[in-house]
T-cell receptor
Framework: NAGVTQTPKFQVLKTGQSMTLQCAQD?????MSWYRQDPGMGLRLIHY???????DQGEVPNGYNVSRSTTEDFPLRLLSAAPSQTSVYFC?????????????FGPGTRLTVL | SQKIEQNSEALNIQEGKTATLTCNYT??????LQWYRQDPGRGPVFLLL?????KEKRKERLKVTFDTTLKQSLFHITASQPADSATYLC???????????FGTGTKLQVIP
């Protein structure tokens, strides 16, 4: 059981470039989400999904797109990177029922936009 | 709008003492409240969940309380150790399929 995996671990982009952050989970969790974490700001929810084909916006969705074609994968797309998107990005997944409903987090992607 | 507040200032305590961290929320009616631990450079890790009908929950040296009237949860670490040094995050959790948002976290430093 790999849990939640994220690639890449580190990425440097130039302003205006696009890229996709990959996230996959092998726990058959329905719920998946993307957060960004900046110093002093805590975890802020970007987008989330409650199942394949269903996505919704979180607190800070602007500049990011998501899709969920399978239960396992939930990629995050930056269409035109901006320096304000420099951050650490965490993907997470959880069941929507069960005893604890805890979220399992990936190791993070550290993104720098120059 | 929904708001989750944790003490943004770091909490420094002496080894062996009890650390108490606070999580206040507004415009929420969570069915559960979770606490997570985050070490530098890593993703958060789940510690405890408390339900709205539970006043208190314990796990080893950890204790969580949940007061839905005050809209507050307290997280206690008894007999604290330097290895407890980390950032602790709370997440009021709606039931079912709703989104999960976190407080800003409190950084705990246990001094030997």
């Amino acid at each position: 059981n790999a849990g939640v995996t994220q690639t890449p671990k580190f990425q440097v982009l130039k302003t205006g470039q696009s890229m996709t952050l990959q996230c996959a989970q092998d726990m058959n969790h329905e719920y998946m989400s993307w957060y960004r974490q900046d110093p002093g700001m805590g975890l802020r929810l970007i987008h989330y999904s409650v199942g394949a084909g269903i996505t919704d916006q979180g607190e800070v969705p602007n500049g990011y797109n998501v899709s969920r074609s399978t239960t396992e994968d939930f990629p995050l797309r930056l269409l035109s990177a901006a320096p304000s998107q420099t951050s650490v990005y965490f993907c997470a997944s959880r069941q929507t029922s069960g005893e604890y409903n805890e979220q399992f987090f990936g190791p993070g992607t550290r993104l720098t936009v120059l | 709008s929904q708001k989750i507040e944790q003490n943004s200032e770091a909490l420094n305590i002496q080894e062996g003492k009890t650390a108490t961290l606070t999580c206040n929320y507004t415009n929420y009616s969570p069915a559960y409240l979770q606490w997570y631990r985050q070490d530098p450079g890593r993703g958060p890790v789940f510690l405890l969940l408390i339900r709205e009908n539970e006043k208190e929950k314990r796990k080893e040296r950890l204790k969580v309380t949940f007061d839905t009237t005050l809209k507050q949860s307290l997280f206690h670490i008894t007999a604290s150790q330097p290895a407890d040094s980390a950032t602790y995050l709370c997440a009021p959790l709606p039931g079912g399929y709703q989104k999960v948002t976190f407080g800003t976290g409190t950084k705990l430093q246990v001094i030997p």
